[in-house]
């Protein structure tokens, strides 16, 4: 088999520079008996995003311990979700095909309870999630196959006590509700994908079952 790809690119203006970005990707390949394939991908209104992060550092060895420091040693830190819990959330941030794109935060709320082994609530319902969505990608309608969109989405946050805890899920089953079918990773356990079978993606809520994952704690985090 023969491959040729080409990549176009342009600049695009972020913060106050001029960044080099791929515009349009192009492959074609020829097989041994001649039948030519060809995909292109094109890529538009990227966004820039822009993370936060804090660093903090213990008092030194030996030192006196200020009133704020002793204070904040008697507050509890947040607990952590154990992996493999069943619950039903709601993602609450409306997802539609003219606006949304891959990075767009979102908001989801428990619609069950999250409970340990022994039935104890770790999260009642309401609580919020935060996440994000990882992908959004329109498949356009081809012979034999309709238009459709694959949505990627990651749970990364639970809201605690007050405080904005590291919480990673994944589908808990694959399943078809109207349009929409539930893909579930096979090479990881820290998102979904949503599949939807429309031509043009006006959610408004989305529902669906997850279980909890073992957090993977980035650098920032630890």
């Given at each position: 088999?023969?491959?040729?790809?080409?990549?176009?690119?342009?600049?695009l203006?972020?913060?106050?520079?001029?960044?080099?970005?791929p515009?349009?990707?192009?492959?074609w390949?020829?097989?041994r008996?001649?039948?030519?394939?060809?995909?292109?991908?094109?890529?538009?209104?990227c966004r820039?995003?822009?993370?936060e992060?804090?660093?903090s550092?213990?008092?030194?060895?030996?030192?006196?311990?200020?009133?704020?420091?002793?204070?904040?040693?008697?507050i509890?830190?947040?607990?952590?979700?154990?992996?493999?819990?069943?619950?039903?959330?709601?993602?609450?941030?409306?997802i539609?095909?003219?606006?949304s794109?891959a990075?767009?935060?979102?908001?989801?709320?428990l619609?069950?309870p999250?409970?340990?082994?022994?039935g104890?609530?770790?999260?009642?319902v309401?609580t919020r999630?935060?996440?994000r969505l990882t992908?959004?990608?329109?498949y356009?309608?081809?012979p034999?196959?309709?238009?459709?969109?694959?949505?990627?989405?990651q749970l990364?946050?639970?809201?605690?006590g007050?405080?904005?805890?590291?919480?990673?899920a994944?589908?808990?089953?694959?399943?078809?509700?109207d349009?929409i079918?539930?893909?579930?990773?096979?090479?990881?356990?820290q998102?979904?994908?949503?599949?939807?079978n429309q031509?043009?993606?006006?959610?408004?809520?989305?529902?669906?079952?997850?279980?909890?994952?073992?957090?993977?704690?980035?650098?920032?985090?630890?």
């Amino acid at each position: 088999m023969q491959v040729t790809s080409d990549v176009e690119y342009s600049r695009l203006r972020v913060s106050t520079a001029a960044t080099l970005i791929p515009r349009r990707a192009t492959s074609w390949a020829i097989d041994r008996t001649g039948i030519a394939f060809a995909s292109a991908a094109e890529y538009s209104n990227c966004r820039e995003y822009v993370g936060e992060s804090l660093i903090s550092f213990d008092d030194p060895a030996g030192s006196e311990p200020s009133a704020s420091t002793a204070n904040s040693k008697t507050i509890s830190p947040p607990i952590t979700i154990p992996a493999g819990l069943p619950f039903s959330c709601t993602i609450i941030t409306p997802i539609n095909s003219d606006t949304s794109a891959a990075g767009d935060p979102l908001d989801a709320l428990l619609r069950s309870p999250i409970t340990d082994a022994s039935g104890k609530v770790l999260a009642p319902v309401g609580t919020r999630i935060n996440g994000r969505l990882t992908a959004f990608i329109e498949y356009p309608a081809s012979p034999g196959r309709r238009q459709f969109y694959e949505i990627g989405v990651q749970l990364r946050y639970i809201q605690l006590g007050g405080k904005r805890v590291p919480f990673q899920a994944t589908l808990g089953s694959e399943s078809r509700k109207d349009s929409i079918w539930i893909r579930i990773p096979r090479h990881s356990t820290q998102y979904g994908t949503f599949v939807l079978n429309q031509k043009n993606v006006r959610l408004t809520s989305l529902d669906s079952k997850w279980v909890t994952a073992p957090v993977a704690m980035t650098t920032a985090e630890r």
